[in-house]
């Protein structure tokens, strides 16, 4: 049984960092596709961040490129998202999410099988 848990979310002051984490269980967690996404209040969930191939090969949103890194611990099956110049548009739950072959359509919701419960993260001014 695959299991995502993530966390790390909470209250940061724009400009700050955080770091989330996602714990991964049941799966080859060096195969596939890690990522996260996110959804804020009122919106739609949207990509962020995914990584492949064991974590040589990153895609980001445009909203995140040169803010965000999306890394992975392949010893300890944990992806991360370092978020560093926060803004209060950041302010969304995030999630994790995985799915255990390579796809053209990362960024879409559909293209994942196992998702997080999800993390809080707000950005205050």
């Known amino acids: 049984q695959v299991q995502l848990v993530e966390s790390g979310g909470g209250l940061v002051q724009a400009g700050g960092s955080l770091r989330l984490s996602c714990a991964a269980s049941g799966l080859t967690f060096t195969s596939g596709v890690m990522a996260w996404f996110r959804q804020a209040p009122g919106k739609e969930r949207e990509f962020v961040a995914a990584s492949t191939r064991g974590g040589l090969i990153t895609y980001y949103a445009d909203s995140a490129k040169g803010r965000f890194t999306i890394s992975r611990d392949n010893a300890k099956n944990t992806v991360y998202l370092q978020m560093n110049s926060l803004k209060l548009e950041d302010t969304a739950v995030y999630y994790c999410?995985?799915?255990?072959?390579?796809?053209?359509?990362?960024?879409?919701?559909?293209?994942?099988?196992?998702w997080g419960q999800g993390t809080q993260v707000t950005v205050s001014s």
């Open positions: 999410a995985a799915r255990l072959t390579w796809a053209y359509d990362y960024t879409s919701l559909g293209a994942y099988n196992y």
